[in-house]
């Protein structure tokens, strides 16, 4: 089992950049694909961004392509997310997930992960 911890929201004026950080337990981190999703009020929580198990291939929503970067390092066992040129519409709570078992597709839907954070708040102001 691994616990993920999340970090690094704060509010941030349009056009400014911030950095996710999620922090994982456990020794088999190595091993897990990563995701990151996020939950605006009143709204299904949707995808944002995920890696394969060795962080070297990548997926992200449409939404945010071109502005956001997922990146995993398996030494730190932290997966990070980078986010340029924000924008009021990314204002939500972004959550950490976690799939185990080195899977072979990097999975979009939060039903294909195993493990959550509890969230870090990100608010763009206009």
């Known amino acids: 089992q691994v616990q993920l911890l999340e970090s690094g929201g704060e509010l941030v004026q349009a056009g400014g950049s911030l950095r996710l950080s999620c922090s994982a337990s456990?020794?088999?981190?190595?091993?897990?694909?990563m995701g990151w999703f996020r939950q605006a009020p009143g709204k299904e929580r949707e995808f944002v961004a995920a890696?394969?198990?060795?962080?070297?291939?990548?997926v992200y929503a449409d939404s945010v392509k071109g502005r956001f970067t997922i990146s995993k390092d398996n030494a730190k066992n932290t997966v990070y997310l980078q986010m340029n040129s924000l924008k009021p519409e990314d204002t939500a709570v972004y959550y950490c997930?976690?799939?185990?078992?080195?899977?072979?597709?990097?999975?979009?839907?939060?039903?294909?992960?195993?493990?959550w954070g509890q969230g870090t708040q990100v608010t763009v102001s206009s």
């Open positions: 890696c394969n198990w060795r962080g070297g291939s990548t």
């Open positions: 997930a976690a799939r185990g078992g080195r899977p072979v597709v990097v999975t979009t839907t939060r039903y294909g992960y195993d493990y």
């Open positions: 456990g020794r088999t981190f190595g091993s897990y694909a």
